[in-house]
């Protein structure tokens, strides 16, 4: 069977079971899971089918939903804790300061922070400061404003404001979407607002995002992807994808 028959006829099943694992598909269709995971890498991209952690879902099963930190944080945690480790070597140098935008990809980072560098760290994130809060290392700023529930994240008119008066050297952004039409998209316009501020307070811009979010576009753009300097993702992206990128001046480094 070419792959091409392989990933319609997953996606079929997915439509009639509602939802499928890995592992069954593995055995099913007799190929390894690293091959099904590739599979279902490229039906989200088409938006046929949703990942989901160890499997997949019909693509209307999520639409219009946006998932809370704690479901979010067991998605693929292999894969962000990779990212959050790979993405250290785009820190400055000691007494530069970084912006750690909300969401668990980005929390990798913060725990992964070397603690004999010392950082100006800036978040919206509550999680992140709270872990931030203890490193000796880390002289901690965190953006005040409104905190919406199901994020964790700052945002609002104060938020908005205190980062228009900062000047970061490296901004950590995390995105629900990447295209190169649509840029970096989120689905919450609060959101949205803060990581624009965020995009456009930076001398460099990295987004860390796992590879199920590169070919998908959310409803709100906060950047175009030319203000995007690099990007850490797994090692999961398709290498067209890779090409598309780098034709933008977007490093471009997997984990």
Excluded: W
Aim: charged share 25%; aromatic share 2%; hydrophobic share 45%.
């Amino acid at each position: 069977m070419y792959a091409e028959e392989r990933q319609h006829a997953i996606a079929a099943l997915v439509g009639q079971r509602g939802r499928v694992s890995v592992t069954d598909l593995s055995e099913q269709f007799g190929v390894t899971t690293e091959t099904v995971r590739r599979d279902l890498a490229v039906l989200d991209r088409t938006g046929l089918v949703r990942r989901v952690h160890g499997g997949a879902v019909p693509a209307a099963t999520l639409t219009a939903i946006e998932l809370g930190t704690t479901e979010r944080e067991g998605s693929r945690a292999a894969e962000k804790d990779r990212i959050g480790k790979a993405a250290l070597e785009f820190l400055p140098p000691a007494g530069g300061s970084i912006l750690l935008d909300a969401g668990t990809t980005t929390a990798r980072i913060a725990a992964h922070l070397p603690t004999d560098r010392e950082l100006v760290a800036v978040t919206n994130s509550v999680p992140i400061a709270a872990r931030l809060s203890g490193y000796a290392n880390v002289r901690l700023h965190l953006i005040g404003g409104r905190v919406r529930g199901i994020t964790q994240a700052v945002v609002g008119a104060d938020a908005i404001r205190m980062l228009g008066e900062l000047r970061i050297d490296v901004a950590f952004i995390g995105t629900n979407g990447l295209t190169i039409a649509h840029g970096l998209s989120t689905p919450d316009p609060d959101e949205a607002a803060v990581k624009r501020m965020m995009v456009a307070s930076a001398h460099r811009v990295v987004v860390v995002t796992d590879s199920t979010k590169i070919g998908r576009e959310d409803l709100i753009r906060f950047a175009p992807i030319e203000e995007c300097d690099a990007l850490v993702t797994d090692d999961e992206l398709l290498p067209s994808a890779r090409n598309e990128l780098s034709e933008y001046s977007i490093e471009v480094v997997t984990a």
